[in-house]
């Protein structure tokens, strides 16, 4: 072969040569590019992604944690000085502190001490009422002609009914008293009648050897004493509610009865005091204020 010859060969190769060098490095670049936008897409759709990312980190992140401190079988973290039972406990209650209790001389001592069938002390601040309540439950009228000293009077004393009870305290305590044209005992129970009566005098204090009771008016009404065989409400049979049925019927028709609304309700459980006098509107009449036990006042020292 002449030189001529082995020159074009070798041109040839080396044009050849060049040629696939050129390709492959076309090939590279487009398979590189082209891999970017299958990956990435574009910066827009990039950035998305990476917010939707976070969002979904930072709301697996608030479950995890969750999870953590709710499931029982997740990892606690050691607490210095405590083991992993005492952290899983839970932080005792401090025990509450009862109020204490004052106790005072009851202003009625000298009056319990001298008669002991006084049962409690009756006040209805401004008016007359202001007197023992006298209790002998073997004999209810005793003290309906006899004052405090066991003396004929004939006002009497006031009377609580002998299925009342102070000690232990009945729901309802019914204290029966004259209605005498002088205004004394409970000759002035009938001024409730009217409503501006009662915003002057809505409340009645009674003390009892142990403590004060204090009670608000609930209900004002008119009544009588009917005979046993008449199927009605009767005001003076009601002493106990062992049940809501039972407080619910004396509740209920006391509210019913009473001339005005004086804006007091009750529920069960509440305690009351009944104040019953003679009235002339009909045979037997009774004129009755009924209150509700509010708030007890002082606590009183023993003295027997």
């Known amino acids: 072969m002449d030189k001529s010859k082995r020159l074009k060969i070798t041109a040839i190769i080396l044009i050849s040569a060049g040629v696939i060098l ?23 759709d990039a950035s998305l992604m990476e917010t939707a990312g976070d969002e979904i980190t930072e709301t697996d992140s608030e479950k995890e944690n ?35 209790v004052i106790l005072t001389e009851n202003p009625y001592k000298d009056y319990f001490l001298e008669n002991p069938d ?10 007359p009422i202001d007197y023992p309540v006298m209790w002998t439950p073997d004999d209810e009228e005793y003290y309906l002609k006899r004052d405090f000293n066991k003396k004929s009077s004939a006002a009497g004393c006031l009377l609580l009914d002998t299925d009342s009870c102070m000690d232990p305290l009945t729901t309802n305590l019914i204290i029966h008293g004259h209605n005498m044209k002088d205004g004394s005992m409970f000759g002035t129970l009938l001024k409730y009648e009217k409503e501006d009566y009662l915003e002057g005098h809505r409340l009645i204090y009674l003390y009892g050897k142990d403590c004060e009771h204090i009670y608000e008016v609930m209900a004002v009404f008119r009544s009588k004493v009917f005979y046993a065989t008449d199927d009605c409400f009767k005001f003076y049979k009601f002493f106990n509610a062992a049940t809501q049925e039972e407080f619910d019927d004396f509740y209920e028709n006391v509210k019913e ?47 027997e």
Not at 22 to 42: D, I, M, P, Q, W
């Open 257 to 303: 009865m009473s001339v005005y609304d004086t804006g007091v309700t009750a529920k069960f459980g509440d305690r009351f005091i009944t104040l019953s006098t003679c009235a002339y509107h009909t045979e037997n009449g009774r004129f009755v204020v009924v209150a509700k036990e509010i708030e007890p006042g002082g606590f009183y020292e023993p003295f």
């Open 118 to 127: 006084m049962a409690a002390w009756i006040v209805v601040p401004d008016t």
């Open 22 to 44: 050129l390709a492959g490095g076309a090939a590279f670049t487009y398979f590189e590019n082209h891999g970017k936008v299958k990956s990435g897409a574009s910066l827009e």
């Open 66 to 100: 969750t999870e953590v401190t709710g499931g029982e079988s997740a990892d606690l973290e050691e607490i210095p000085g405590e083991t992993e039972e005492e952290a899983k406990e839970e932080p005792k209650e401090e025990p509450k502190e009862e109020p204490e």
